[in-house]
């Protein structure tokens, strides 16, 4: 095959370790045989935890919001990338599936809804419908620094995410939990791999897409999503579940990616919340 | 036709293809004229994300069977690109992701302006938009079933025409969600009857034909479709647009495919 005209920033070859045919043949579906629903009839778990477990649903859910906001940008013409969130997509949604079922298996819990005020939604709303319109301009003439940007934001949102799954088996000490938690740790850990090769890599050819990403990624909210969740359940995540000392290990982690060092997001967003969620 | 999205998303899975004979394709490999459609089918399949993209700046990817659906349809149309990636390379046609990203390049101008046109269309007119977008999907995907049938038909061959037939399976899931979706969005607003129906009779073209050369949707519309056989599955697909509501009388698929000159009898 003659290698086609393609202006890219990026090198030519692919991480070494990650084949997104191999994550595709290899996706990991339903889990609902695996829950073990009934265990949480004679052990049901704390209202705190279901809390947490709604959110992260909720989180995990957003996939088609990132995909949104991803595919209006360059970033929709990598198909190595394009790709791997097919599949991504696909195992995300199998995740909230999983978590859903654990809370309805709850009945007597009543998730807290986000009842932001009304300006404050309609405000939502509207950022909503202008995103993907200010993207699709902004992001077009970016060019490919902007798939690092979005490497590294799956990244983040997947540490951050994962440490919160980690801290939730540990903390509610239920075993039918924790073994939920680990096989859907597990599926997220492929997820962590792909993110975190493309970032480092990505960031690594580009200074000027280190630059786009420090920019952009201060903006964002933490965990992604966030921004449609109520204040207080997101101090929660980031500060009772997620401890201090996570926080750290998150922003050291940022730190290592090239171009990414003393941003801090982790902890400015913990900080963020809890402010938001004093008012 | 009712649409269960559950029932769906459990039994959503890539097409399989290990089980069948690939080796028939060296005892009896596809012409260079069917390894062309088939090129064509494969590059459309694997395009489909761009098309999700198109669908998901508009409001509808917040609802919950929308949402679930996408998420299942656009992983089928990836694995019927793999499949079919797997008979071109049988043939020593290499499709990789490099190649794809090329065209997705070459597609530059022309492609930066859809997602911002559809999000300031959709945005606008809202909820009728995702009217548009479900009719759409369902012509989209009637037409690629069609298209699947005809070749597993005029191929008769032992590996690929099963595969296509299992190919067409997904497809037809696809076009009941798409449906379903459509008729009970027109039904419930004259705009969305309107606007739906202005889109499809002013802008409807044969799926691929954004992401393809002229020459190559031509070869494959002549491949597919010519004779009486292939004018008989279009009217068939036409009667299933013109049964939506406010879709009656057109002849979408018909009207497109006349621009390529057709071998067609006579009215």
Not at chain 1, 231 to 239: F, H, I, K
Not at chain 2, 29 to 44: I, Q, S
């Amino acid at each position: 095959m003659t290698r086609p005209d393609v202006s890219t920033a990026e090198p030519a070859s692919p991480p070494a370790g990650f084949s997104v045919h191999e994550f595709a043949r290899t996706a990991r579906g339903s889990h609902r045989a695996e829950l073990d629903l009934d265990a949480y009839a004679t052990r049901p778990l704390e209202a705190g935890a279901l809390e947490m477990v709604a959110l992260l649903e909720r989180l995990e859910r957003g996939a088609l919001s990132y995909l949104r906001s991803v595919l209006v940008t360059p970033t929709h013409k990598d198909a190595r990338v394009t790709g791997f969130l097919v599949t991504w997509a696909y195992e995300k949604f199998w995740v909230a599936d999983a978590l859903e079922l654990i809370v309805a298996a709850h009945p007597d819990f009543v998730p807290a809804t986000a009842d932001a005020p009304k300006l404050r939604a309609a405000r939502h709303a509207l950022a909503e419908r202008l995103e993907p319109i200010r993207e699709s301009v902004v992001a077009n003439l970016i060019g490919d620094d902007v798939v690092a940007v979005h490497c590294a934001a799956g990244a983040i949102d997947e540490w951050i995410t994962a440490t919160a799954y980690e801290r939730l088996a540990e903390f509610t000490d239920h075993p039918v939990f924790a073994a939920t938690m680990t096989r859907l740790r597990d599926v997220k850990r492929r997820h962590d791999t792909y993110f975190t090769d493309e970032a480092r890599r990505r960031l690594a050819a580009s200074p000027a897409a280190g630059r786009l990403a420090r920019r952009r990624l201060r903006r964002a909210s933490w965990p992604l999503g966030a921004v449609d969740e109520p204040p207080p359940l997101v101090a929660r995540l980031l500060g009772g579940l997620v401890i201090a000392s996570d926080l750290v290990d998150l922003d050291a982690r940022v730190d290592a990616l090239p171009g990414l060092a003393g941003l801090d997001l982790v902890t400015t967003a913990a900080q963020g919340a809890r402010k938001a969620a004093a008012r | 036709m009712a649409f269960d999205i559950d029932q769906y998303t459990e039994t959503s899975e890539g097409v399989t293809w290990e089980d069948l004979d690939f080796g028939a394709f060296d005892t009896t490999p596809l012409g260079e004229y069917t390894l062309r459609t088939v090129r064509y089918m494969c590059n459309v399949e694997y395009h489909t994300v761009c098309y999700l993209r198109d669908l998901l700046v508009t409001p509808s990817h917040k609802e919950r069977d929308v949402n679930a659906f996408m998420t299942m349809w656009n992983r089928e149309e990836y694995w019927h690109g793999e499949a079919l990636a797997a008979v071109l390379g049988r043939h020593g046609i290499t499709v990789d992701y490099d190649e794809l990203k090329a065209a997705r390049v070459k597609l530059e101008w022309r492609d930066k302006l859809a997602p911002l046109r559809q999000s300031i269309m959709g945005n606008l007119v809202g909820d009728d938009f995702v009217a548009v977008h479900m009719a759409w999907g369902a012509a989209n995907e009637w037409s690629a079933t069609a298209a699947y049938r005809r070749l597993a038909t005029l191929e008769q061959h032992p590996a690929l025409s099963p595969l296509l037939k299992r190919i067409g399976q997904q497809e037809t899931r696809h076009t009941a969600f798409y449906a379903t979706q459509a008729r009970k969005r027109l039904e419930k607003s004259a705009l969305a009857r309107k606007l739906t129906r202005l889109a499809l009779a002013k802008a409807w073209r044969p799926v691929g034909s954004s992401i393809s050369d002229e020459e190559d949707l031509d070869h494959v519309m002549k491949h597919l479709f010519n004779g009486a056989d292939g004018l008989a599955e279009i009217r068939r697909i036409d009667t299933n647009i013109a049964k939506l509501p406010g879709m009656e009388g057109l002849t979408i698929f018909e009207t497109a495919l006349r621009r390529h000159e057709m071998d067609w009898p006579a009215a």
